[in-house]
């Protein structure tokens, strides 16, 4: 058994199954000297090569339409241009030409800081390589052969590779060159298949046929796995898929009660890794980010650039409100690198926005993290633990203060994003009206809500059993807070665990909760809840718990 | 001659498909065109030389035509990646 390690996933899962190797042909372009008489003749068979080529891919592009980008740069003229001159000025044949010509805008395309653009050479490379195919005329299947369901193993894969394979045939991919934005990467993660890119070596340690068993999560492949190892994965890969399938099943479908009432089920995450798994489950937004994982699980306060990078990593993955908490610290939670002075209380003690409003300089550097990555999604900047309107005022002037920075250095932000505060002190609820006036959103935090206004350490053993948020005092704060939200026009979202409590969606959805956020496991059996529901019946409902 | 300055907003930049709708829209434009961007120049016409300026989310880049229809063209190419172009 040998085994390979890959640090990076394009695309999660298991798969065990014979390897097929992708051969490559060759696209060396032949050797042969044109006559100056010739040379015209020469940059014809270029273009008839482009034309064909066109032919190809407009085919292609009515399926899959990187193959329109493909289209429009096998017709640029500066891509003709270069390869007829190359050819009418240094007399090189049409293939050298071609050749030389690719290898001049890969180079260049591979040299670009931005990975996304630095992908792009494999697209110069599968356009260049189909001109040469057709000059040399060669008709290549490199999926030839394929019978029964493999795992591709190849150098890399090209659109117009992956183009001519039949997906139904194929476990996963492992190639040995590509990044997570290649290609292959992104047919991969839309079709669910694991996938690893980047797996150095590979191609000389597998043979056709060979058995090989890839997890894709920890980027481990198996090849020749031993007995015990196929047991372990087969086993892990049938739990794997029968959670996807029921999974997928259910959360496909939008969180809609049965007479039409459509509310939003959002993700409570607290990593940027986590926010990539949210599209295979049909999670669209973010309730809560903790961005607690940048500071806790680092050696120093994050920069402004870390920060940005992992909020602009995760804007990217989503397409309604990514709410961003901001340094929600103290209490129970320490830094390894900053000393907390001891609290006899540190519940009622300095913690979250009261540690940011003091330390202003750590609060701006996340600030304007925030805001520069506001740019690559729908990002909202949500306060922890207000009190005062004193306090929600000072933040948002620190906001507006990092605006004009920004605006200054002339670095884009969204000028509209909303900043909002988390309800969960006895004091926002009661001031929720006031509040309402100037915050752009709610998200009620049950968890901390309940201990506050019940005064109970739902840690503490002895008393935990009084901790209990279908308390009336705990259901009227939440109603209260809803009504003062909806009455001042701003939604109120709810990122507590009494939002994934199957026995209080009927009664939240009733009062008018516009927004559950909850762990993602959790979310297609609130859907489902929610589906089953009728927005009617659960006002009827949420009625009986009002209290007179 | 016209030339206006704007910020690029998609996500990934002007990458394959962005520029290809803003080469086609410029292909479609009688003036001469020209895209700065840092220190360099684009005939933004040819799809290759757009991706290849590698021009990122969030970078200002000036367009500028000239011609007889200059100020409809840059109207044009400007409302277009205002609107992310296509994206």
Redesign the interface.
Known sequence: MKEIHISRTASKGIAIGKAFIVEKISLEPDEYAVSASELVNETQKYDHAVSEAVKQLELLAEDNDIFGVHLEIVKDTVLTESVHNRILEQGMNVQQALNETAREWISMFKSMEDEYMRDRAADIKDICGRLMCSLKRINYNPFEGICEPVIIVAEDLTPSDTANLNLKYVLGFITQEGGITSHVSIIAKNIGLPSLVGAAGILESVVPEDLIVMDAKEGRIFIHPERSVIMKYTEKKRKLDRIKRELADKSMLPAVTSDGHKVSVYANIGSAEEAEALATFHVKGVGLLRSEFLYMENTHFPTEEEQFEAYKAVAYQLEEEITIRTLDIGGDKTLPYFEFEHEENPYLGWRAIRISLEKKDMFKTQLRALLRASIFGPIRIMFPMIIAIEELREAKEIVEECKNELRVGNIPFNEEIQVGMMVETPASVICANEFAKEADFFSIGTNDLTQYILAVDRGNKKVSSYYNSFHPAVIESIRRVIEAGHANEIKVGMCGEFASDEWAVKLLLGMGLDEFSMSVASIPFIKERIRNCSYQDAKMYADTYKKE | MVNQTI?V?N???L???P??EF??LAAKCKSNITVFFQEKRI?P?????I??A?I???S?ITVECSGETEEEDLKILIEAIESGLGE
């Open positions: 910020t907003k996500k990934s930049g990458h394959a498909r520029a290809v080469s086609k005939n016409k040819s799809v290759l030389m991706m290849a590698a990122t989310c969030g200002a």
